[in-house]
């Protein structure tokens, strides 16, 4: 029913984000009265130049229309338009070499550099050890523990990845609220948002940056310096601080009522069940294994216990004996058809919690994890997966947004952002911290090791790379590289898992698309569309379409990744700007400051589905939290951006 509703809501969106850009095409198409002559003369120049940009804006529609719908991963999709673009390069004006050059790219390079180095970061124990002061400093007051929360999140993401930085606090923020009795919702998207505000004050702080510095350098010959924007930065992170302790405080929900008891929290009193087996029972002298196969029913067997000894999975090979209590997973109706005329008691004490499922002398217990955007499981089932043999768990339950999710697990498909409430021994536990594709929901701030050389060390190698891009004594790509091995020299980053470590899908979206915007460049498609666009918004100030291309590249950022909307629009900026006789540098950092601004949805920005299982939110809160701070910015930033350069 739940994933009914999100996927409802989902859907609704694309379609009208779908409905929006078919408008926008047609009317861009469309000769205007505004400048008539001027456009007849233009647009009949050559007969080549017309087909050209035919092509193009198709490209660009159907890469648009692929990217909302998925129906295969986006990293797939974009490696497909290089090859689209040198097989049409009569028309695209792309050659074969121009086509690949984004993996290449000076900022495909810097991008998957910072992967590496913000992991270092984290590796370290530097952001756990900030976070670990946050309830210190905070006690039990929710309002200044979303205030802390968000700066320290804010100014972490200036200078490294904000994905790393919201998966080391989730387990560190939902912790916190345990303790002190808050509801993890209030703090989760404030999390999120900081995270987005604080990429916005370096070249470092996002990958959106970095790349719409290649593209500034390659369109203006005006690539960005390490702080060149970290004025306005500044200001984006003050006005979004202060509207999330104010108005946003009041707007975020609380979805999530935490209890000490994670069986009793992810409402499991119906699903987990102890019975015993009874003398003549049919089961004696069965082999579980067998038997749960031949069930063919939605029913687990947690944990058998016979006399005083308790045995944990696998329990496939262990027979059933007369006296043998079991712990079981099924809902009532699988239940009843499971013990009817087998000898089967359910015991009146079965009421089971979270005490009694672990044992702790043999280092089993319940966790939760969250999986994060880049995990493989996305997509795929726990059978798909193998679960059980591949990470020795047992799935007992899955928070998927607001709702929870207690039957045919097995079948679940995984999405971004899930929480899976999981049974395991102290082992697997040590393997899943380890592992990229999860984010265990504890901290064990009281027990982590911090070394300080290794934090003092990962902070100079990446001040280092700050310092030495920030002086132009080498390019950030080159520096980033060095910083990459040093922190596998230094042993802070395992060379073995440098390959893990790399979010591949994005590194395919950018060299993917960075050739498409070379051809939205070099056919004039940018210049064609920024002279319809203009005609659109007639004799408005330069600072109103300045505000214009801040929000429609958001609302464009909140259906297709913050990279796509940068490739897409920057050229389109430049060419109005230049029209327009405006500021093209202005206008290239309002697309920028907008593609790292998605507030809308959980599905526009990597870290907004991180925290959307885990602060069990519905589609809706987004939109009614974020869409105030969205028109917010979009009236700020372009009036700071005017009086900071120029328009």
């Not at 200036?158 to 387990?171: C, E, K, Q, R």
């Not at 939605?298 to 216990?305: A, N, Q, T, W, Y």
Request: glycine share 6%.
């Amino acid at each position: 029913m739940f994933d009914h509703k999100i996927e409802t809501s989902n859907l609704s969106l694309k379609l009208i984000c779908v409905l929006l850009i078919a408008v926008i095409i047609f009317f861009i198409s469309q000769p205007t009265a505004v400048n008539a002559a001027d456009y007849q003369q233009e647009l009949i120049s050559t007969l080549t130049f017309n087909i050209n940009i035919a092509v193009v804006i198709s490209l660009m529609m159907l890469v648009l229309i692929l990217f909302i719908w998925e129906p295969f991963p986006i990293g797939m999709i974009a490696l497909s338009v290089p090859i689209i673009l040198a097989t049409l390069s009569p028309w695209t004006k792309v050659s074969t070499e121009q086509a690949l050059s984004g993996f290449s790219n000076n900022a495909t390079i810097a991008v998957m550099a910072m992967f590496v180095l913000s992991k270092g970061i984290q590796n370290s124990g530097a952001v756990q050890l900030l976070g670990s002061k946050i309830e210190k400093i905070t006690k039990n007051n929710e309002r200044a523990q979303l205030g802390v929360i968000s700066i320290l999140t804010g100014v972490i993401a200036s200078v490294i990845n904000n994905t790393p930085v919201v998966a080391a606090f989730i387990p560190m923020v939902t912790n916190l609220a345990r303790k002190t009795k808050v509801s993890p919702s209030k703090l989760l998207i404030p999390l999120s948002y900081a995270s987005m505000f604080g990429g916005t004050m370096t070249l470092l702080g996002t990958s959106t940056n970095i790349l719409a510095s290649d593209i500034s350098a390659r369109l203006i010959d005006h690539p960005f310096s390490m702080f060149e924007f970290t004025r306005l930065g500044i200001v984006v992170f003050v006005v979004g601080l202060l509207y999330l302790v104010t108005i946003g405080y009041h707007l975020i929900p609380e979805r999530i009522n935490y209890e000490n008891d994670l069986v009793k929290e992810y409402e499991m009193k119906d699903f987990l069940t102890k019975v015993e087996v009874k003398e003549g029972s049919s089961l004696i002298g069965q082999n579980i294994g067998e038997f749960l196969q031949q069930a063919k029913k939605e029913l687990d067997i947690l944990r058998l216990i016979r006399d005083d000894e308790e045995f944990m999975k696998p329990l496939e090979i262990k027979t059933i004996r007369n006296g043998d209590r079991l712990i079981i997973r099924a809902d009532k109706g699988t239940l009843l058809d499971f013990i009817k005329e087998r000898g089967i008691e359910i015991l009146s004490d079965s009421q089971i919690t979270q005490q009694e499922l672990e044992s702790l002398d043999k280092g089993q217990e319940v966790i939760e994890v969250v999986l994060p955007d880049y995990s493989f499981l996305a997509g795929q089932t726990a059978t798909e997966v193998n679960f059980l043999e591949r990470y020795d768990a047992s799935l007992i339950g899955i928070r998927h947004g607001e709702g929870l999710e207690h039957t045919n697990l097995k079948e679940f498909i995984f999405s971004p952002g899930d929480v899976l409430l999981l049974l395991v021994t102290e082992k697997t536990l040590e393997r899943l911290k380890s592992n990229n594709n999860f984010i265990v929901g504890e901290a064990e701030l009281e027990t982590f090791d911090y070394q300080p050389t290794k934090i003092f060390t990962s902070l100079g190698v990446v001040g280092a790379v700050i310092g030495l891009a920030a002086l132009n004594v080498m390019p950030i790509s080159i520096a980033a590289l060095a910083g990459v091995i040093a922190m596998v020299i230094t042993n802070i980053v395992n060379p073995n898992k440098v390959y893990e470590i790399i979010d591949w899908e994005v590194i395919f979206l950018l060299a993917g698309l960075i050739p498409l915007g070379v051809a939205i460049e070099k056919t004039g498609t940018a210049q064609y569309i920024a002279f319809q666009l203009i005609s659109l918004t007639g004799s408005f100030p330069s600072v109103i379409i300045l505000g214009v291309f801040y929000l429609f590249t958001a609302i464009l950022t909140s259906v297709i990744s913050n990279n796509a909307s940068v490739v897409l629009m920057i050229p389109v900026a430049v060419g109005a700007a230049e029209q327009l006789g405006a500021n093209p540098f202005a206008f290239i950092l309002a697309v920028t400051f907008a593609a790292s601004a998605s507030f809308l949805t959980p599905i526009g920005y990597q870290t907004n589905l991180m925290v959307y299982g885990p602060g069990g939110y519905k589609f809706r809160d987004f939109m009614i939290v974020g869409a105030p701070l969205q028109i917010l910015l979009s009236i700020v930033v372009p009036i700071f951006i005017s009086l900071f350069w120029g328009v």
